[in-house]
């Protein structure tokens, strides 16, 4: 599974953007898809995560603020933020949970940068 993520860019406070993810590859096995982000000196921490039922979850710093969606057809998730804080500023990634006949694997995509600053 290839992951292949963009969006990221430079946002005042109070903006949105919008990330994505397209999974390319063995992408039937895929049961969840998610973000993540990480601070230099931080460990990678969970934002949002989305299972091919629909089912998702979010941190509590992101709730109400984030939404994670996917496009199963085309195996893509999106990553909607809207009212940014300085505080999100992060790398982003993208990450897939695949399950095969006897194993499961994460795979991570290259990273987004989102700085979040006036």
């Known amino acids: 599974v290839q992951l292949q993520a963009s969006g990221g860019g430079s946002v005042e406070p109070g903006g949105s953007l919008k990330l994505s993810c397209v999974a390319s590859?063995?992408?039937?096995?895929?049961?969840?898809l998610g973000w993540y982000r990480q601070v230099p000196g931080n460990e990678r921490e969970l934002v949002a995560t989305?299972?091919?039922?629909?089912?998702?979850t979010y941190a509590d710093s992101v709730k109400g603020r984030f939404t994670i969606s996917r496009d199963n057809a085309k195996a893509i998730v999106y990553l909607q933020m809207n009212s940014l804080k300085p505080e999100d500023t992060a790398v982003y990634y993208c990450?897939?949970?695949?399950?095969?006949?006897?194993?499961?694997?994460?795979?991570w995509g290259q990273g987004t940068l989102v700085t979040v600053s006036s």
């Open positions: 590859g063995s992408t039937v096995g895929i049961f969840a």
């Open positions: 989305v299972s091919n039922g629909g089912s998702t």
């Open positions: 990450n897939a949970e695949w399950r095969g006949l006897i194993s499961t694997r994460s795979y």
